[in-house]
């Protein structure tokens, strides 16, 4: 059994987290603003993660095996984090993103040394503060607040680089109802000129992955993906099953295109998980149930 520690977590992946957690007879706290109950069984914080000294009130002389944050998205948020949490944890785990290779154009598959956030350059007095500065630098956000926590020889860390997320009528995205109602509408769909494929993670095996994180020992990055990458028509024709019609692409040159097209590869390598011990499912075995559940709301709804 151990004491864990997840930030945020109330919603999609952090709330089946939590719940795996709990069933796996672990004692659980969630540090969050309070401004949605958190699941029956943890013990619940209210602290703003931003607020050093909000942080440090909350925790008062708690400590844990390991923290998991789900909400970790700039350097001065994992700065804050790796201080408070200093000598009363024994392992940090940040949930990260595919979004830290965002200067990588290979077409192959990533491998983690691809980005070392021990070289990475950290900027704290950046606007890390300004959603719109925020929202814009995304990746490179979660990139510098891997390195944080990397560069600090004191703090045994590990970041999840998390592919992109299907599944769960839970999908607070829209993502997916943006294909489906341009397919029920017959309107087209915008795809870059060249359209890469990206790796995808399941919505529950985020969850399985995680919980499983938190009882190992390792250290350092590591990729979080399924094994089948997919491209806009793969996913296209799952949803055409789901609700009619036939999807119709349309190629631009430059201008905002559809959410799960690409113009670079957005392609992961998990092969350090399996050697790890945990070996992902193929696309092919859930992206027709992921579709299915995130759909399921929207038929509701109408």
Same mark, same amino acid.
């Given at each position: 059994? @151990?004491? *864990?520690?997840?930030?945020?977590?109330?919603?999609?992946?952090?709330?089946?987290?939590?719940?795996?957690?709990?069933?796996?007879?672990?004692?659980?706290?969630?540090?969050?603003?309070?401004?949605?109950?958190?699941?029956?069984? +943890?013990?619940?914080?209210?602290?703003?993660?931003?607020? $050093? =000294?909000?942080?440090?009130?909350?925790?008062?002389?708690?400590?844990?095996?390991?923290? !998991?944050?789900?909400?970790?998205?700039?350097?001065?948020?994992?700065? !804050?984090?790796?201080?408070? #949490?200093?000598?009363?944890?024994?392992?940090? *785990?940040?949930?990260?993103?595919?979004? +830290?290779?965002?200067?990588?154009?290979?077409?192959?598959?990533?491998? =983690? &040394?691809?980005?070392?956030?021990?070289?990475?350059?950290?900027?704290?007095?950046?606007?890390?503060?300004?959603?719109?500065?925020?929202?814009?630098?995304?990746?490179?956000?979660?990139? %510098?607040? $891997?390195? +944080? @926590?990397?560069?600090?020889? &004191?703090?045994?860390?590990?970041? +999840?680089? *998390?592919?992109?997320?299907?599944?769960?009528?839970?999908? #607070?995205?829209?993502?997916?109802?943006?294909?489906?109602?341009?397919?029920?509408?017959?309107?087209?769909?915008?795809?870059?000129?060249?359209?890469?494929?990206?790796?995808?993670?399941?919505?529950?095996? /985020?969850?399985?992955?995680?919980?499983?994180?938190? &009882?190992?020992?390792?250290?350092?990055? *590591?990729?979080?993906?399924?094994?089948?990458?997919?491209?806009?028509?793969? !996913?296209?024709?799952? !949803? $055409?099953?789901?609700?009619?019609?036939?999807?119709?692409? %349309?190629?631009?040159?430059?201008? $905002?295109?559809?959410?799960?097209?690409?113009?670079?590869?957005?392609?992961?390598?998990?092969?350090?998980?399996?050697?790890?011990?945990?070996?992902?499912?193929?696309?092919?075995?859930?992206?027709?149930?992921? /579709?299915?559940?995130?759909?399921?709301?929207?038929?509701?709804?109408?």
């Amino acid at each position: 059994m @151990l004491d *864990v520690c997840v930030i945020g977590g109330n919603r999609y992946f952090g709330k089946r987290l939590i719940a795996r957690l709990l069933k796996s007879g672990n004692r659980v706290t969630v540090i969050n603003r309070g401004s949605s109950a958190s699941p029956a069984g +943890v013990t619940s914080l209210v602290a703003d993660r931003d607020d $050093e =000294e909000s942080l440090r009130a909350a925790l008062g002389s708690r400590t844990f095996d390991v923290v !998991i944050d789900q909400v970790c998205y700039t350097p001065r948020q994992a700065d !804050i984090a790796r201080r408070v #949490f200093a000598g009363r944890v024994r392992r940090h *785990v940040m949930t990260s993103t595919v979004e +830290v290779y965002e200067y990588e154009h290979s077409t192959a598959p990533v491998r =983690e &040394g691809a980005v070392d956030p021990r070289t990475v350059k950290v900027d704290l007095a950046a606007p890390w503060d300004d959603p719109d500065f925020r929202q814009q630098h995304y990746g490179e956000g979660k990139r %510098q607040a $891997e390195a +944080v @926590l990397a560069q600090d020889p &004191g703090c045994p860390y590990v970041s +999840v680089r *998390v592919a992109h997320v299907l599944g769960g009528a839970d999908d #607070f995205t829209g993502r997916v109802d943006h294909y489906a109602a341009r397919i029920r509408a017959g309107e087209p769909i915008a795809v870059p000129a060249e359209n890469h494929p990206a790796t995808y993670v399941y919505v529950e095996e /985020i969850a399985d992955f995680l919980a499983w994180t938190a &009882g190992q020992e390792f250290t350092g990055p *590591v990729n979080a993906n399924a094994y089948g990458p997919l491209t806009t028509a793969d !996913i296209c024709a799952v !949803i $055409e099953r789901e609700v009619g019609g036939k999807a119709e692409f %349309q190629s631009v040159e430059v201008g $905002e295109t559809s959410p799960f097209s690409f113009t670079r590869s957005y392609g992961m390598d998990n092969s350090r998980a399996a050697h790890l011990g945990y070996t992902f499912r193929d696309s092919s075995q859930w992206l027709s149930t992921a /579709i299915a559940e995130t759909l399921r709301s929207g038929k509701e709804d109408r």
